[in-house]
C-alpha cells in the first residue's frame, strides 16, 4: 500500500508540474507565433502523469545504495501515518470508483447519435482512401453516415470509425472534413484523449488533470488545422476552410453529450481563436528541426528538474511528519511481557530461543539497500513460517530499528533481531509494529519474522542499523 501511494503521488505531482510549465511555455510560444512544439510537447506531459520522477530517482539511488542518503525515511512509515492513510486511501477508491461510472455513462452517451448508420457512398470511401494514402495511414478505417449524427465525428481507440451527418455536402467540405478527421487519426488524438479520460479517473482529486484535457482537446484542433493547411494536399483556401468548420458550430449546440473521448469537427469554444491561429501563423518563421528539438529538451528537462524539486518538498514534509511521531509510536500495538529470562539489550522484549537455520520452516527474506545503514524488505511469510534477513554488522552501544506493516493488519506475529550468538529477541504485534532494540555487543545481526499463526501475511518493512 506503501508503494501505491507514494508512485499516486509522486505521478500527480509531476504531471501537474509538467502541465502548469507547459501552459507558461505555451503563452510565450503563441505570443511569438510559434505553434508547432505545443502540441507535442503537451503529449510529452501526458508521460509525466505515467512516470513517478522523484519516486523513481529516489528507488534507484536506494538499489544502488548511495553513501549518506538523506531520503530514508521517506520509506518508513509509523503509526500514525499509517492510521491517516488509510482513509485516504479510502476516499480515494471511492471517487475512482464515481468517476469510472461517470466515464462509462459519458461514454454510452454516444451511442444515442449513431442512430441507424450505414456505409457511406463509393465515392465518399474512394476519397478516403486516396488521403489514407496520402497521410501514410495503413489502418482499416471506417466511414459512416448516421441520423444522429449531427457533425462528423471520429471515434474507436483501436477501430477508427468515422461518422457523418445524412446530407449533401459540397465537394470541397466532403474533402475539409475528411482530410480533418484523418489527421485527428494519425495524431492519435482519440486514442490520447480516451487515455487521459482514465489519468482523470485515476487523479480525479487532481482539479488540474480536467484542465490538461480540456487543453488537450484545444491543441489537437489547433494541430489539426495547421497539418491540413500546410502538410496536406487539400484543396482549399483559408476562408474556404474555415466557413467549412463555422457551417458545423449551429449543428454542435446540440451535441453537448459527446463525450471527451471522441472528437468532432467544430467545437464552438476556441474556434475564433484557431482562427486567428491559423490566420497569423507563417510556417517558415516558426522553429526548423533542430530548434524544435532543442525546445523539447529543454521542457522536458525543466519539467524533470521541477518535479524532483517539489518532491523533495514532499520528502521534508513526511520526514517532519515521521520524526514527530516516531517517539509516540514505540511499542505500540506490541504485546509486550518481559520474563525472567528476558535479556538487558532491549527492554520489554521477550526471548525466543536460539536460531537455527530450518529450511523446512524457515525463508530468507529478500532485502533492497536503502543506504550504507539501512535495508527494506518487502515478502510474504506462510502460515506457521518464519523469515529471516542476511546478516548486517553493528557494533557496541548502537541501536536497531525495526518496523513493519502486516496484512492482514488483524493478525499477530512476531518481530525482532537475532543476535550473533544466536538467540532471538522480538515484540509481538499486528498491523503496525514499532521497535528499537539496543545493542550491547558487537557482531553480526539479523531480523527475523515468525508467523505463528494460522494465517499467511505479507510483511514490509525496513530496518536502520547505527
Not at 511521531?325 to 500495538?333: F, M
Request: a negative charge; hydrophobic letters at 40%; proline letters at 3%.
Amino acid at each position: 500500500m506503501n508503494e501505491i501511494c507514494y508512485v499516486m503521488l509522486f505521478s500527480t505531482l509531476a504531471g501537474t508540474v509538467s502541465y502548469l510549465i507547459w501552459k507558461k511555455l505555451a503563452c510565450k510560444l503563441q505570443e511569438r507565433n510559434k505553434l508547432k512544439c505545443i502540441y507535442p510537447m503537451l503529449l510529452v506531459t501526458v508521460g509525466f502523469y505515467l512516470i513517478p520522477v522523484f519516486y523513481l530517482v529516489i528507488k534507484l539511488l536506494l538499489n544502488f545504495n548511495k553513501q549518506n542518503l538523506s531520503f530514508e525515511s521517506l520509506f518508513l512509515w509509523t503509526p500514525s501515518i499509517q492510521y491517516s492513510r488509510t482513509p485516504i486511501v479510502a476516499v480515494w477508491a471511492i471517487g475512482m470508483v464515481i468517476f469510472t461510472i461517470y466515464l462509462a455513462r459519458d461514454n454510452m452517451k454516444v451511442n444515442k447519435h449513431l442512430i441507424s448508420i450505414f456505409p457511406a457512398e463509393p465515392e465518399v470511401i474512394a476519397m478516403k482512401e486516396k488521403i489514407a494514402r496520402e497521410l501514410g495511414l495503413r489502418q482499416n478505417i471506417s466511414v459512416y453516415r448516421g441520423y444522429g449524427v449531427s457533425s462528423p465525428i471520429v471515434a474507436g481507440v483501436f477501430q477508427k470509425k468515422i461518422y457523418l451527418p445524412v446530407e449533401d455536402f459540397e465537394d470541397k467540405e466532403q474533402e475539409v472534413i475528411l482530410y480533418h478527421e484523418m489527421v485527428h487519426i494519425k495524431q492519435y488524438i482519440v486514442g490520447v484523449k480516451a487515455f487521459v479520460s482514465i489519468l482523470q479517473v485515476i487523479h480525479w482529486f487532481n482539479p488540474v488533470v480536467r484542465g490538461f484535457l480540456h487543453s488537450l482537446d484545444e491543441w489537437g484542433e489547433t494541430a489539426c488545422d495547421l497539418y491540413v493547411r500546410y502538410d496536406t494536399e487539400c484543396n482549399v483556401t483559408f476562408k474556404e476552410y474555415f466557413r467549412y468548420v463555422a457551417k458545423r458550430i449551429k449543428a454542435d449546440d446540440d451535441d453537448e453529450d459527446i463525450p471527451d473521448t471522441a472528437t468532432y469537427l467544430a467545437k464552438i469554444e476556441g474556434v475564433s481563436e484557431r482562427v486567428d491561429m491559423i490566420k497569423n501563423y507563417k510556417r517558415e518563421k516558426d522553429f526548423k528541426l533542430l530548434g524544435g528539438i532543442l525546445t523539447m529538451a529543454a521542457f522536458i528537462s525543466l519539467s524533470t528538474t521541477t518535479s524532483v524539486a517539489a518532491g523533495v518538498g514532499i520528502e521534508y514534509a513526511h520526514a517532519s511528519i515521521y520524526n514527530a511521531t516516531k517517539a509516540e509510536t514505540q511499542l505500540v500495538q506490541s504485546d509486550v511481557v518481559a520474563e525472567e529470562n528476558d535479556v538487558t539489550e532491549a527492554d520489554g522484549v521477550e526471548f525466543d530461543g536460539t536460531f537455527v537455520i530450518d529450511e523446512e520452516n524457515m525463508i530468507e527474506l529478500p532485502s533492497m539497500e536503502q543506504r550504507s545503514n539501512g535495508f527494506m524488505f518487502e515478502n510474504d511469510v506462510p502460515a506457521g513460517k518464519l523469515g529471516y534477513s542476511k546478516y548486517f554488522k553493528v557494533s557496541e552501544g548502537g541501536k536497531i530499528t525495526l518496523t513493519v506493516s502486516v496484512n492482514p493488519d488483524d493478525v499477530s506475529i512476531k518481530a525482532g533481531i537475532i543476535k550473533p550468538d544466536g538467540s532471538m529477541l522480538y515484540v509481538r504485534g499486528s498491523e503496525s509494529i514499532y521497535q528499537i532494540f539496543t545493542v550491547e555487543k558487537s557482531g553480526n545481526y539479523r531480523i527475523y519474522i515468525d508467523n505463528d499463526s494460522d494465517t499467511p501475511v505479507k510483511v514490509t518493512g525496513s530496518v536502520i542499523y547505527e
